[in-house]
T-cell receptor
Framework: QQQVKQSPQSLIVQKGGISIINCAYENTAFDYFPWYQQFPGKGPALLIAIRPDVSEKKEGRFTISFNKSAKQFSLHIMDSQPGDSATYFCAASLLIQGAQKLVFGQGTRLTINP | GAVVSQHPSRVICKSGTSVKIECRSLDFQATTMFWYRQFPKQSLMLMATSNEGSKATYEQGVEKDKFLINHASLTLSTLTVTSAHPEDSSFYIC????????????FGNGTRLTVT
């Protein structure tokens, strides 16, 4: 019940296109949903995050859409660029015994073709 | 923004030896630090959570005697892989957060451990 399911596993998008990555969860106790971007050999970097009291959050070319009733959330990258090529992880956070615990999705390897 | 420094970035060691990995929060006090393990092309798996000044809480299946975690100060946590074996070869990543439920997590750049 603490799993976060992410799809697709890999994605190829043409430069200028829209990249869409989806995640789903079961546990309604999750209260914070961040997205991380990871380049090879580096640690993940926080990209954008949302809390379940809003349905959408936009920061530049990155948008999170959140559907609380469906327990799904997605990352949209508008005008995708070759520099966006990376692995993206969705995550969900909940409090367990007073400590915050982050559960990661399986990751999506995104390739933007020039 | 907040910076987490992880050292070393790469280490090669012989089977049977121990390796220590450091994780430092450079510009904030990290009351909680997390250690993750990541296999190639896979997600991050939480190994343990450490709060400053107390014992680490290990996830199910993680050997606490093999992966020693020390969080002695608000800016430093260490992970020691004891008696390393080739199957311990992996990418180890730490993250840190300041006090407060809504404080964001900041990740280090990871340590690539290769055990020969």
């Amino acid at each position: 019940q603490q799993q976060v399911k992410q799809s697709p596993q890999s994605l190829i998008v043409q430069k200028g296109g829209i990249s869409i990555i989806n995640c789903a969860y079961e546990n309604t106790a999750f209260d914070y949903f961040p997205w991380y971007q990871q380049f090879p050999g580096k640690g993940p970097a926080l990209l954008i995050a949302i809390r379940p009291d809003v349905s959408e959050k936009k920061e530049g070319r990155f948008t999170i859409s959140f559907n609380k009733s469906a327990k799904q959330f997605s990352l949209h990258i508008m005008d995708s660029q070759p520099g966006d090529s990376a692995t993206y992880f969705c995550a969900a956070s909940l409090l367990i015994q007073g400590a915050q615990k982050l559960v990661f999705g399986q990751g999506t390897r995104l390739t933007i073709n020039p | 923004g907040a910076v987490v420094s992880q050292h070393p970035s790469r280490v090669i060691c012989k089977s049977g030896t121990s390796v220590k990995i450091e994780c430092r929060s450079l510009d904030f006090q990290a009351t909680t630090m997390f250690w993750y393990r990541q296999f190639p092309k896979q997600s991050l798996m939480l190994m343990a959570t450490s709060n400053e000044g107390s014992k680490a809480t290990y996830e199910q299946g993680v050997e606490k005697d093999k992966f020693l975690i020390n969080h002695a100060s608000l800016t430093l946590s260490t992970l020691t892989v004891t008696s390393a074996h080739p199957e311990d070869s992996s990418f180890y990543i730490c993250s840190a957060k300041a006090r407060g439920i809504r404080s964001p997590l900041h990740f280090g750049n990871g340590t690539r451990l290769t055990v020969t």
